[in-house]
């Protein structure tokens, strides 16, 4: 599914990040309820799990290239 608009998330993580290397990935799965995507926080919000694999996958993905570099 593609986004309609841009999201512009704002996140604590830059203060994490000016303290100790890192990364910030936003992984976004949307499930349509009714054909709509609806923001979280929003009651009729929900998520699809089956594509919970490909933020693993990218988790997995930076381990791996993180250890082949050490």
């Known amino acids: ?3 309609k608009k841009p999201v512009m ?3 604590d993580m830059a203060y994490f990040l ?3 290397p890192g ?3 936003f992984v976004n799965t ?3 309820v009714d054909g709509e995507c609806y923001p979280h926080h929003n009651s ?3 998520i699809d799990e089956d594509l919970f694999w490909k933020g693993a996958a990218l988790m997995l993905q930076g ?3 993180y250890l082949e570099r050490a």
């Open 18 to 20: 000016r303290e100790v």
């Open 30 to 32: 949307p499930k349509p």
């Open 9 to 11: 998330g704002g996140e």
């Open 23 to 25: 990364t910030f990935f």
């Open 63 to 65: 381990t791996l290239d």
């Open 44 to 46: 009729k919000f929900d």
């Open 1 to 3: 599914m593609i986004m």
